[in-house]
């Protein structure tokens, strides 16, 4: 492989025929030989590919024939080679899964009802103006925010996007429901759903970070607000943006690391934070 590149991109659109996205979708990527996940709902398209550039420059160009897709966000970042062991293309009730399907509404313009859109720059503005007021909360699972996260972030313990839904309704951040709150995640797709699904429990000034962490990475590299690395669902389970400090600790001893790899730990979780010393690439 010449150049490996990866990209991920999202969709939220009405789709009529998830299935017939679905097969489209698979027999573009085989016929290419691009591997990735990409999962197909009524509510839209959610997708990481990754190949040759050449190959995927022609899977995008595809993709983007297809007129709900046309304006698709797409964001490309650097892959190692065979960054993904298969290609799985998947019908699915939601392209994130939040356990609540029939709760979320989604037309043309994408999820019906969700928080105010930030670019990177407007983020900063908000933060200029409104200061120690504004929260940032993390839509990701907390292994995720251990390596990376936007600097004195609301972390939830959470394992699984679905465990959102049981948070916003204990209560536990009840104290916030009136205070800017910007939500934020790998790509952004995570957030369109969470920041709608925060408004309809009576979160009134709710915010979300347009292409998540990845667009300000490539807007603010280390110099933002971002703080650490960047967890991503590939082979290479974490990237940089210039040479951020290293956040994350071994869970074995202690270590500042970015590494994270599948390792069950005494409390047998699938992934954890772990240095190349307590276990060795291979072990």
């Known amino acids: 492989m010449a150049t490996p590149k990866i990209v991920l991109f999202y969709v939220f659109t009405p789709l009529p025929d998830p299935e017939a996205i679905r097969l489209w979708q698979h027999r573009v990527c085989e016929s290419l030989g691009l591997r990735g996940r990409i999962i197909v709902s009524s509510h839209g398209i959610n997708a990481t590919v990754g190949g040759d550039i050449r190959e995927?420059?022609?899977?995008?160009?595809?993709?983007?024939?297809?007129?709900?897709?046309?304006?698709?966000?797409?964001?490309?970042?650097?892959?190692?080679?065979?960054?993904?062991?298969?290609?799985?293309?998947r019908v699915r009730p939601e392209i994130v899964t939040f356990g609540v399907p029939d709760e979320v509404e989604v037309d043309e313009n994408g999820v019906v009802g969700g928080g105010t859109r930030l670019s990177p720059d407007e983020l900063h503005t908000l933060i200029e103006e409104r200061g120690d007021e504004v929260a940032f909360l993390d839509g990701r699972n907390a292994i995720e925010a251990q390596i990376g996260r936007f600097r004195g972030a609301i972390v939830p313990e959470v394992d699984t996007t679905r465990d959102f839904v049981g948070l916003l309704e204990s209560g536990e951040l009840d104290h916030l429901k009136h205070a800017p709150i910007v939500t934020y995640c790998t790509g952004g797709v995570r957030c369109e759903v969470l920041s709608a699904l925060m408004r309809h429990r009576g979160f009134t000034d709710v915010y979300q970070l347009d292409g998540g962490i990845a667009r300000y990475g490539e807007s603010f590299g280390d110099q933002g607000l971002w703080e650490g690395s960047l967890y991503v669902f590939d082979k290479r389970m974490s990237i940089e943006f210039g040479s951020p400090?290293?956040?994350?600790?071994?869970?074995?001893?202690?270590?500042?690391?970015?590494?994270?790899?599948?390792?069950?730990?005494?409390?047998?979780?699938?992934?954890?934070v772990v240095c190349e010393e307590c276990v060795p690439t291979g072990a």
């Open 245 to 272: 400090t290293v956040i994350g600790r071994c869970v074995e001893c202690g270590t500042p690391t970015s590494r994270v790899v599948n390792h069950p730990d005494r409390n047998g979780r699938e992934l954890a």
């Open 56 to 89: 995927v420059k022609r899977y995008v160009k595809a993709t983007r024939e297809y007129a709900a897709f046309r304006d698709a966000d797409i964001k490309w970042s650097d892959g190692v080679g065979e960054d993904f062991p298969r290609l799985t293309v």
